[in-house]
């Protein structure tokens, strides 16, 4: 089976998570809104998924690995919604004006979210579409959590190695510079598993466009001033709304993989050499 270490990476990357957001959510656990606790153990439970799975299948325990891919399409559409009830947050806190951080930031988080979302949406779709070709559906799967990393490790750079931000924004834009640097080592990251094996590459190629993609739009974004009255509309819609759009979102994204896939195509095959 390929990645037979994979659950070694998952696992690191749930360990930057841990210390990433330590002082921000974990440090802070009874005092941090709804939004925060509900994107943490979604996030939390897809990584812990992704672990059991990859163990599961190395350990040809085929059974209990489909079984809990079934479980990933109810979890999915939850790890979707924890993303866009942080963008709520986001966008009521600089609707709000709550500080200079924020109203120079805040949309530059909410894009980043957004882009997170696509990123998630485009690579669970194709693991199921390809689902029935290993390399291709194992490889979609782990790029998953790369599209967690940049959040807590820049961080961490941020918080324990400020030395390593070699940009050298300052005040509020600094953190965009941890960003694209985070981003920007996870694209080394899956450019170099792409080139370790380029024929079955394709998911660290789709990983590192959302990744690139994400670290130049964060960085600018706050330099474009039209951007936040989009925001500030963004913030005027009700939650209920957009909470309802990103379980769709998580939901079609599985049903439209699986059936890309050829879910019928076994049935149908029998069918053909019945009759």
Same mark, same amino acid.
């Given at each position: 089976m390929p990645y037979r270490y994979g659950?070694?990476?998952?696992?690191?990357?749930?360990?930057v998570i841990l210390g990433g957001f330590w002082?921000?959510?974990?440090s802070l656990f009874g005092k941090v809104p709804l939004a925060f606790h509900l994107h943490a153990i979604s996030?939390?439970?897809?990584?812990?998924?992704?672990?059991?799975?990859?163990?599961?299948?190395?350990?040809?325990?085929?059974a209990f690995h489909r079984q809990m891919g079934r479980a990933s399409f109810a979890l999915f559409p939850f790890l979707i919604l924890g993303f866009v009830m942080i963008i709520d947050?986001?966008?009521?806190?600089?609707?709000?004006?709550?500080?200079?951080?924020?109203?120079?930031n805040g949309p530059s988080f909410g894009i980043g979210m957004l882009i997170a979302i696509a990123a998630?949406?485009?690579? &669970?779709?194709? =693991? *199921?579409?390809?689902?029935?070709?290993?390399?291709?559906?194992?490889?979609?799967?782990?790029a998953t959590p790369l599209i967690l990393f940049e959040s807590p490790f820049s961080r961490v750079l941020d918080q324990y190695l400020p030395w390593t931000n070699f940009i050298g924004s300052e005040g509020p834009h600094a953190v965009q510079d941890v960003i694209a640097i985070s981003d920007g080592l996870a694209v080394i990251f899956a450019?170099?598993?792409?080139?370790?094996?380029?024929?079955?590459?394709?998911?660290?190629?789709?990983?590192? &466009?959302?990744? =690139? *993609?994400?670290a130049v739009v964060m960085w600018n974004a706050p330099f474009v001033p039209q951007l936040g009255p989009v925001f500030s509309a963004y913030a005027q819609i009700p939650l209920a709304i957009t909470a309802t759009a990103g379980i769709v979102a998580g939901g079609l994204a599985g049903w439209l993989g699986w059936r890309a896939g050829g879910a019928g195509a076994a049935p149908a095959k029998a069918r053909a050499q019945a009759a």
């Open positions: 659950h070694y990476y998952v696992g690191f990357v749930l360990l002082a921000s959510y974990w996030s939390s439970a897809w990584l812990l998924l992704l672990i059991v799975q990859s163990v599961a299948i190395h350990r040809r325990s085929n947050v986001s966008a009521n806190r600089y609707a709000s004006a709550e500080s200079p951080f924020i109203l120079h998630y949406l485009t690579l &669970f779709y194709l =693991a *199921l579409k390809n689902r029935r070709k290993v390399k291709l559906h194992a490889g979609y799967m782990l450019l170099t598993l792409y080139f370790l094996d380029r024929k079955n590459g394709a998911p660290w190629l789709v990983a590192s &466009f959302f990744m =690139a *993609l994400q």
